[in-house]
Structure formats: C-alpha cells, structure tokens
C-alpha cells in the first residue's frame, strides 16, 4: 500500500460502510473508560486462552494444513501509527519514531503489489516497500506486512485510479482450478513466493488483504479472495515456512450482529440471549454517539437489513472456507475490553466446526473515545492497561495497535483516538501502553481468580512457571482485596497504568491491596 495514502484511505472507508451497516461506520473505533451506561447488561468475563464454546457440526476444510507454529508466551504488540498533523504515512520517519518509542516488537506496514512489479516481469527490491522495510527494521522493530494486490497491470486497473474504490482488485489471472505448484493465479503466486523469499526470515506474520468483506479494500467477490488467501498461503510457505499467515481480518463493527445472527440460525444460545450479546457489544459505541444499539429491537432491525446479511455472509464464507490456508484468524476490534471475548469465543466454536486454527491475532485493535481531552487524559490510559491485559488473557498471540485520532473530523465515525498528539508527541496512554507492553513481556495468562464484573484479577506465570505477576482492577467503585503471596515471597511491588509504584509487605503468607478505578500490575518479589 501506498503509505502515505492510509489514512485518507480509512476516512473514506466509513462513508461506504456506511451504507452496509447503517451508521455502523468506520473499521475502527475507541473504547470509552467509566461507568456502563444505564441499562447496560453486565458482559461476561474473558474466555481463559485454550477454552472454547461448544462445537457445532462440522463442514468441509479445504487445502491443505501448514505445520503448526507454536505460540509465544505473551501477546506480542504491535503499532500502526498515523501521527497526527504529520504526512499521513503509516511509515515516515516520525510514525516510525513514534511506534519505536513505545516499546512494541511489531509495526504494521502495507506493500502493494505495482510498487514491488510495476510491470510484468520487473520485480524490484529498491522500492518504497524496501525502503520502509529497512527504516522500520533500524528503528528496531520488526514488520507485521499487509500485502496488497493493489491496482496495475495484474487487473487492468491504473494505480493512479484509487480514491473512491477498492483498493485492490483480483489479478486477472486468478482462476477456479488449483494448480499443485501455482495455486489459483502464477503472476500472484511468483509475486508473493519471490518477495517472501527475499525477505526470508524477516517476518513473523503476514496478512493477506485488508478487511476484505469491505468492497472498499476488496474489488472482487469474497469467493475470490478465498482463493487469493490460499494462493498467497502456498507461496509464502514455500518461500518462508515460519511466517504465520492470517486472513485480512473483518471489519470490526459488524461482528456483533454476525456473531448474533450466527448464534441464533445455528441454535448455538436462545434468540433473546444473543441479541443481549450483541447489545454488550455495541456498548462504547452507543456511548460514544456513533451508534445506537441498546435494545434488542434495535440489533433485530439490524438483523433484518440485506446489507447486514450480506456481510455476514461474507464473513461465514471466509471462516467456512479457509481451514488449512491459514495459520492464524485474524479479527479487527475496537470495542469494550470486556467484549473481546465475544468474539474469540466465537471464533473458537467457529475453528472447531470448520478445521480452523484456535490460534488468534489481531493486526489492528484501537479505542474508542468521544474527544481529544478524553485521548489525552487518564481516562484512555486506564482503559488501554485493560484492554491488553484482556487480549493476553484470551489467547491473542500478537495484537498491533491501530493509534490515530478520527475525533474532531466529519466523518460518520469520529470517535476513535490514538496514542500520539501532534508530532507524535506521546500521551498518557502511550506511557500506559509501553508499561504494559514491557511488564507483560515473557509471562503467560494462568488463571482469572476474578473475572468481573466488579473484581478483575488475573495471573501470570514467568518463563520458570511461578505465579510472580497479577493484574487487577474493579470497576464501580474502590475494593479492599487481600492477596495470597505465591510461596516464598516477601513484599509485593504495585505499579499502577500511569507508573506509579508502592511496595507492599508480605506478612503471614498474604497482603492486603485498597483498589481504586486506577487498574494495577503486583510483581511478587
């Protein structure tokens, strides 16, 4: 992708989702700290990683499964930083600056397809694409690619003609017969084989597309993006088997109605208690004003809209149809913490129903907020430690922030806000972000000895298997909590988001911790 045209690219988005979801807007949003909006259902708890809902029937998986890749300990973080007031590229140098200065291992970076081969048969390595690859990569983080088919010779389409349109096309030769050596498409394959090969051993993951359910970022019929996925799959494991393929990743405010709507078609909970879930879902969105959906009437009216069938359809084709083409599901959220388990316990039962991996990323994941001096404040940081202390505990094994601000814009959507002022001048929640990045760093989720709704307190085990980190924090008021050291442990260190630390005593086995709305990490020492 052409960087420095992102974030025009994403604004544009919320005017054709728009239209698909009713105001459901924008693929991006931001998560509002405070209390739950009157009316509210509680929601329920995360999922603990490794645990699933039941399993449906099962359907054809087809192509053939890569070899398993084994997960890391902890989430492994990721930014996709615009800077605001910058020059709207996701990899200047001050974007660049900023994601490095936070600490994550991973930024998000797009590559198209006509930058690398501006003509059939001209494969180049001095392009803007390697460009960004070496900047990020001296920066000392690593690349977490999109790769993009984009527009050119491949489909016909010139790659000056994006604004308004898909930003990719199917190649032209992307047929309906698989080939044992080229897949659907041999230009596609030759591509993406002879730039993973070049850059074998440099990335982690990879992301085939970008929401493609999106007719914005998808030009062609969601059936032929499957076959793109599983073209792109066969390459880049015959070129690099270690990189983690992942689907493009759905846009993220229609998952509560398609995770409704699945759930009462396929009898897997009561018609009344999905709706509730999908209510739970839309909760930051309700009160950020971007959208309305507090009623079940209000996600049955949803429910009842072809376009809302529609991507929903599209999203059951592509998780129906690509077990064994990809070595991860991927899923874009911007919604309460404590609805992230929404939709990895949905993608769970869907995984065991079709052959899918129960492995899980998420290559942009953002907040929702109503104005500026919400992102700048505390409120945003607090929600942030939440946030990604949640996203461990449901199993996410890399998670890329997605940080620039909509707030203030014209767009259908404004509520999304990010880590970075103007010249990438870091806010509260950038300081949260990196302390939690950091502190969770070589831990693995053990347990939830409390998973809300008041009390949220999970632990962690370091690389040795010992219990030595907990994260906790309630929600609707301060909270005494008294804390059973793990064996041999003499004080406990309390560090809040905003870094503030206080060492507690260890008397008799046990501590006592007065919990405000500030959530905390304890380090047993």
Not at 34 to 42: M, Q
Not at 125 to 137: C, G, H, K, L, P
Not at 148 to 166: E, I, K, L
Not at 343 to 359: M, N
Request: glycine share 10%; proline share 5%.
């Amino acid at each position: 992708m052409r960087a420095s045209r992102y974030f025009a690219i994403k604004l544009v988005f919320v005017l054709v989702l728009a239209g698909v979801l009713s105001g459901c807007g924008f693929i991006r949003r931001r998560l509002l700290g405070g209390n739950r909006a009157s009316g509210e259902i509680s929601t329920p708890p995360p999922t603990p990683q490794g645990t699933a809902p039941a399993a449906g029937s099962s359907t054809q998986a087809p192509a053939q499964a890569s070899a398993p890749v084994a997960a890391p300990a902890a989430t492994g973080w990721g930014v996709l930083a615009v800077v605001p007031g910058g020059s709207g590229s996701t990899s200047d140098a001050a974007s660049i600056a900023a994601v490095a200065s936070v600490g994550p291992r991973y930024m998000r970076v797009a590559f198209e397809w006509d930058l690398s081969e501006p003509q059939a048969g001209q494969l180049s390595f001095n392009t803007q694409n390697d460009s960004e690859v070496a900047a990020i990569e001296g920066a000392g983080l690593r690349v977490f690619p999109t790769i993009y088919v984009g527009r050119g010779w491949m489909n016909g389409n010139p790659p000056d003609a994006r604004s308004g349109g898909s930003r990719s096309f199917p190649p032209d030769d992307l047929g309906t017969v698989w080939d044992a050596k080229t897949g659907y498409s041999p230009t596609y394959y030759n591509f993406v084989y002879q730039f993973f090969s070049h850059y074998k051993g440099h990335f982690d993951y990879a992301a085939i597309e970008n929401e493609a359910n999106s007719k914005l970022f998808w030009g062609g019929a969601i059936e032929e993006y499957v076959r793109l996925l599983k073209t792109a799959h066969k390459a880049i494991k015959d070129a690099d088997p270690h990189v983690v393929v992942t689907d493009s990743g759905f846009v993220a405010s229609a998952w509560g109605v398609c995770i409704a709507d699945y759930y009462i078609s396929h009898n897997v909970m009561g018609r009344d208690r999905a709706l509730q879930l999908a209510v739970t879902f839309y909760a930051a969105e309700s009160r950020t004003g971007n959208r309305r959906i507090t009623t079940p009437a209000e996600v049955e009216r949803y429910l009842g809209q072809a376009q809302v069938k529609e991507q929903c359809r599209r999203y059951n084709y592509v998780l129906d149809n690509v077990g064994g083409s990809v070595d991860a599901l991927n899923f874009h959220f911007y919604e309460d913490y404590n609805a992230l388990s929404i939709v990895t316990d949905f993608l769970r039962l869907r995984a065991q129903k079709t052959g899918l991996p129960v492995r899980m990323v998420t290559n942009e994941i953002g907040q929702r907020g109503p104005d500026v001096a919400y992102a700048e404040g505390a409120d945003q940081a607090r929600s942030i430690f939440k946030k990604m202390v949640t996203a461990q505990v449901v199993g996410l094994e890399a998670a890329v922030w997605f940080s620039a601000d909509t707030v203030g814009t014209a767009a259908p959507s404004p509520d999304k806000v990010g880590l970075f002022g103007s010249g990438g001048l870091l806010r509260p929640a950038a300081a949260t972000f990196k302390l939690v990045a950091q502190t969770m760093a070589g831990y693995k989720f053990k347990s939830a000895t409390s998973g809300g709704p008041s009390l949220y307190r999970y632990v962690f085990v370091d690389a040795a298997g010992k219990p030595t980190l907990e994260a906790l924090w309630t929600e609707g008021g301060g909270q005494a909590v008294g804390l059973k050291a793990p064996q041999g442990s003499t004080q406990a260190i309390v560090t809040d988001y905003a870094g503030k630390t206080q060492t507690l005593a260890v008397s008799s086995g046990s501590t006592n911790l007065t919990l405000t709305d500030a959530p905390v990490f304890v380090q047993w020492k």
